[in-house]
């Protein structure tokens, strides 16, 4: 955390869980830590990097999907025009991602619609 202005911070600890009263905890652990460094006590804080750590639950599980055919052709919504450099507008096939499916590649370039 920091003054706002200044261009150095402080690592104080932030309590779990994360609420107002970890944040209170954590910027009277800032005043307490500056006061030692700093004389601007009236200037607003902020916080500038949250590091945290984590734990290794296991394997994730990830879905699995059904193989339905060797290409996008069922996702295919027809084509449109894109610009991708100064040399003007290629007609640019776009597919819905929701009719799409694993495994099946697409050529590029190609616009895939959310």
Request: charged residues 20%; glycine residues 10%.
């Amino acid at each position: 955390m920091r003054y706002r202005g200044q261009s150095y911070e402080l690592t104080v600890p932030l309590p779990l869980p994360v609420g107002a009263a970890a944040l209170s905890d954590a910027e009277a652990a800032f005043h307490a830590a500056a006061q030692r460094w700093l004389r601007v006590p009236d200037e607003t804080v902020e916080a500038v990097t949250l590091r945290s750590a984590g734990v290794d639950s296991g394997q994730p599980q990830l879905p699995r999907f059904e193989h339905v055919g060797p290409d996008a052709t069922g996702a295919h919504m027809g084509g449109k025009p894109v610009w991708f450099d100064d040399t003007g507008a290629v007609a640019t096939p776009c597919y819905d991602r929701k009719l799409a499916s694993a495994g099946q590649p697409v050529r590029g370039p190609a616009v895939i619609v959310n």
